[in-house]
């Protein structure tokens, strides 16, 4: 009797294994949160990507890789020519007590899109970043003028290497940036439910005035741009004497905003009339079959988004 009691007690712990096992494999792992490589062209101390560093981790792990200084006006250069310094940095202390944090945060002497490169290559902690995010810019970047920006540099790097790339920059200037963040962070997440296409990058502006006159939001085309660059002539500053070297010609950059109306469906226009405006632009890096097939999924995905109702 023994023997069989041992034996209906080691079949009977069997059961209960199996089923303990079944009930294991029959509940969902759960979900992989998506990865973020935040960066910008303002430096990492900026009061635009420490809003994002607030706002973002709420909807997805995210490392910060930016510029220690700014690096306003590079576009997509890349720093290469010797050693690159990184610092590793602390969490600012007023993002310290929140529950959802950055997970690292580096600051690199180098280019915008030499953070995107170093991140993506080296800082992703054994993952792959499902999008890059730069920003906030004080100042729009819509049009051609983000052919100069070191802000949309960034994210079309981002793009060029066969991930989702996202730019954002504000006409409000520095003003606004919690509420832009916080209005961003719902966008980012709204888009991951659907799905985001690697190799686009989303360049996302936002209008000037206060957050409670905005207009909503709008898919556009990319359009003419916003401002013209001119370089004057100058003598020398108007507290310093004129340069000794007479084979020198000083030379000073003068911005003013482009004239003209907006052509219709462009982020110019959308700006102008108080709407946040999100412009799906692909990388040439894609095939241009591939690009077409990517923008228009991407534009599809877009105009189901409760973000734009």
Not at 110 to 126: I, W, Y
Not at 244 to 269: I, N, Q
């Amino acid at each position: 009797m023994k023997v069989i009691a041992v034996s209906f007690c080691s079949v009977m712990a069997l059961c209960v294994c199996s089923m303990a096992f079944c009930a294991d494999e029959s509940q969902e792992a759960p979900a992989r949160r998506p990865l973020i490589l935040l960066t910008n062209d303002d430096g990492i101390e900026s009061a635009g990507i420490k809003a994002l560093m607030k706002e973002l981790p709420r909807v997805a792990d995210v490392i910060v890789v930016a510029p220690a200084t700014n690096k306003s006006g590079v576009s997509q250069s890349l720093t290469y020519r010797g050693d690159i310094k990184v610092f590793k940095r602390e969490v600012p202390e007023e993002l310290k007590d929140l529950e959802r944090k950055p997970l690292a945060l580096y600051a690199v002497e180098g280019t915008p899109a030499t953070c995107v490169l170093l991140g993506a290559g080296n800082f992703s902690q054994g993952r792959s970043f499902d999008l890059v995010v730069s920003g906030i810019n004080p100042g729009s970047n819509i049009g051609s003028d983000g052919n100069l920006s070191g802000t949309v540099g960034a994210a079309r790097m981002g793009a060029d290497i066969g991930l989702a790339g996202l730019a954002v920059s504000s006409a409000s200037g520095s003003k606004h940036v919690a509420q832009i963040a916080a209005s961003l962070a719902s966008f980012i997440k709204q888009a991951f439910s659907v799905g985001v296409e690697k190799g686009v990058l989303l360049n996302v502006n936002y209008p000037g005035g206060e957050p409670k006159d905005w207009k909503g939001a709008v898919v556009t085309s990319i359009g003419a741009g916003n401002y013209k660059i001119n370089f004057r002539k100058v003598e020398s500053d108007a507290d310093e004497p004129p340069p000794a070297d007479k084979s020198l010609l000083l030379f000073r950059a003068a911005f003013a905003r482009a004239g003209g109306e907006p052509a219709a469906g462009t982020a110019r226009a959308g700006i102008a009339a108080g709407k946040i405006c999100v412009t799906p632009i692909a990388s040439l890096s894609l095939p241009s079959k591939v690009s077409t097939k990517s923008l228009s999924l991407t534009r599809q995905r877009l105009a189901g988004l409760a973000f734009f109702k």
